[in-house]
């Protein structure tokens, strides 16, 4: 499709199970970025990737929480050792970064993350 | 560090109303964004603002570019059923790629 595209859409699993999320960007968009929305809440900025320079991490909320980038292609988020606090909707967001602040983001549908 | 404030929290309209919702910084910002997200939904770019006093029209959203460059106002004029969710502002912090997100705008439309 043309959208950025997330999987699964929802994931419930037990607390401390190892989850991963995936993100398909916009063909061609080179900056790639993980949100995290808890119920009711703006948008947590968790990490972002732009081309092949190394991520800025500074948003993960502890070292449970990793990601990956292959290039300029698939995205995956993985959070270890899930806790109950890490219930949110996980979004993945694209843009024609080219490490300006110009180029606007364009939104997956999100992965709802529950954790019993 | 940046703060995006955007008021009102929420807003319950009658359908055909015009509605205003404004966000502000705590810095100054090159560019501001307006998003819309409804429920089990991503949000999706409304407008763009990349100047000091740009005007921006969408149908019938116009959104507003403060000369300040520390705030943003977005108006929905005639508004619809549809109209209903979440309307975020967005603005990247110290001018880089990080965009920061407002707390958002509930908007309810009654028919």
């Known amino acids: 499709g043309a959208g950025v595209s997330q999987s699964p859409s929802n994931k419930v699993t037990e607390k401390g199970k190892d989850v991963e999320l995936r993100c398909d960007p916009i063909?061609?968009?080179?900056?790639l970025y993980w949100y995290r929305q808890r119920l009711g809440q703006g948008l947590e900025f968790l990490i972002y990737?732009?081309?092949?320079?190394?991520?800025?991490k500074s948003g993960l909320p502890s070292d449970r929480f990793s990601a990956e980038r292959t290039g300029e292609s698939v995205s995956t988020l993985t959070i270890q050792r899930t806790q109950q606090e890490d219930s949110a909707v996980y979004l993945c967001a694209s843009s024609k970064g080219t490490g300006t602040s110009n180029q606007p983001q364009h939104f997956g549908d999100g992965t709802r993350l529950s954790i019993l | 560090g940046q703060q995006l404030n955007q008021s009102p929290q929420s807003m319950f309209i009658q359908e055909g109303e015009d509605v205003s919702m404004n966000c502000t910084s705590s810095?100054?910002?090159?560019?501001w964004l307006w998003y819309k997200q409804e429920p089990g939904e991503g949000p999706v770019l409304l407008i763009a603002l990349y100047k000091a006093g740009e005007l921006t029209s969408n149908g019938r959203l116009t959104a507003q570019f403060g000369i300040t460059r520390k705030d943003s106002f977005l108006n929905i004029s005639a508004s619809i059923p549809s109209d209903v969710g979440i309307y975020f502002c967005a603005g990247p912090s110290g001018g880089t790629y990080k965009y920061i997100f407002g707390t958002g705008t509930r908007l309810k439309v009654l028919a």
């Open positions: 990737f732009q081309g092949n320079s190394a991520p800025d």
């Open positions: 063909s061609g968009h080179t900056a």
């Open positions: 810095s100054i910002f090159n560019t």
